[in-house]
């Protein structure tokens, strides 16, 4: 099968230069990524195709034979000896494409020291807490800087530069036609070594501890919601920045509200004579108490609005409201004179001058005498 030009590979004209074959590369790269094609293998030979067309046209010498004689340049061995100069810059290419979008790679080149890890942890609070805000101190098992050698990982002091990599952390390995870079397996990419390790922490100028820090959650924080707090979380290796800590909020549920962003919901039972007669009943909020007017004749599951009665989140420059669902409530444990007149009550509900005293049990029944009609029609 003959290889695709290289020029039509990257999408270029034949006087593209440098920066445009650059682009063109990258473009071509974050196209078909094996990270964002995994399990392609058209998007893997794609890929390939790439990087071996930008090594050949990035490299002066290469690229002239290439524009002579065409791919026979090196399938003849024209071409000769390592990737030049060209290829160099490939280090760089991954790591301002797939550092940034992928999290690092084998090419990508360390920029100064690595900072520590990230560390999260989850605070479960109740309702209250998280609608009024709290401060509460947490105990976290961290990486910390080690207190003998102060991060170095040295006993003595002395760090001494890497002689595999010659302090650049990264190694190159040639895997066919393609060089690829990797971490030193010496330095494990630090770019120094230790001669004499640190007894505490066993040069790695680090050691397990757990840290108590108080964290101020503010007003108004919800399920999901995260807290950053700069530098305390793993300290970085041989004396790097720290990472962060995050604090991720989780709400226990509540014996009577439920949260719904700014709103609250909460059911409120009510008597027969309640929701028949009207009347006014209390209600809990997060501030006291609420008065909540029940009109006359109101049904099971009528929901009532209480403005402003429910939570100002950290993002809301108002409250949110309160919505009351009522439930009638079956009166159990009934005296004998209770029963009594029940039964008296029911007995006024006869013929039908019944069917306008409960309309949802009238339409209910129309529609069961239609459906009967139908199924024997």
């Known amino acids: 099968m003959s290889k695709r030009d290289y020029y039509e590979v990257l999408g270029v004209e034949r006087s593209a230069d440098d920066d445009a074959l650059k682009k063109a590369y990258r473009r071509c790269a974050m196209k078909y990524h094996p990270d ?33 004689h065409g791919h026979a340049a090196f399938e003849q ?45 989850v605070m479960e609070l109740d309702l209250e807490e998280a609608v009024a ?65 640190c007894h505490e922490c066993h040069g790695h100028g680090r050691v397990q501890e757990d840290k108590t820090l108080a964290v101020k959650i503010p007003a108004g924080v919800d399920v999901g919601d995260r807290i950053r707090l700069a530098g305390e979380g793993e300290a970085g290796p041989a004396g790097a920045p720290p990472g962060d800590l995050y604090v991720e909020v989780r709400v226990r549920p509540h014996a009577i509200f439920e949260r719904d962003g700014d709103d609250l919901h909460c059911e409120v039972p009510i008597r027969i004579s309640q929701a028949a007669l009207g009347d006014s009943v209390r209600v809990p909020t997060l501030g006291g108490e609420a008065e909540l007017r029940i009109p006359a004749e109101t049904q099971t599951g009528k929901v009532f609005r209480l403005r402003e009665k429910g939570v100002k989140s950290v993002r809301s420059r108002q409250p949110g409201d309160l919505y009351c669902k009522v439930v009638v409530e079956t009166p159990v444990n009934l005296t004998a004179e209770q029963r009594n007149l029940l039964e008296q009550f029911e007995a006024t509900f006869v013929g039908e001058g019944a069917r306008r005293h409960s309309p949802k049990s009238s339409t209910f029944l129309d529609g069961v005498k239609g459906f009967w009609d139908r199924m024997v029609s």
Do not use: W
């Open 133 to 197: 805000g709290v401060e509460k101190q947490i105990h976290v098992p961290t990486l910390a800087e080690c207190g003998r050698c102060k991060g170095s990982g040295s006993e003595d002091g002395r760090v001494e530069t890497c002689p595999t990599c010659q302090g650049r952390g990264q190694v190159r390995m040639q895997r066919g036609p393609f060089m690829m870079q990797t971490p030193c397996p010496q330095c494990g990419g630090a770019g120094k070594f230790v001669p004499n390790p």
């Open 77 to 121: 061995g024209m071409g000769g000896g390592n990737p030049g100069p060209g290829f160099a810059d490939m280090g760089d290419i991954f790591g301002d494409i797939f550092g940034n979008i992928f999290g690092g790679g084998a090419g990508a080149r360390q920029r100064g020291p690595r900072r520590g890890a990230d560390v999260g942890y």
């Open 36 to 68: 964002r094609n995994p399990g392609d293998k058209n998007a893997e030979a794609a890929f390939k195709e790439c990087k071996e067309a930008y090594e050949v046209l990035s490299d002066g010498g290469k690229r002239r034979l290439y524009d002579q």
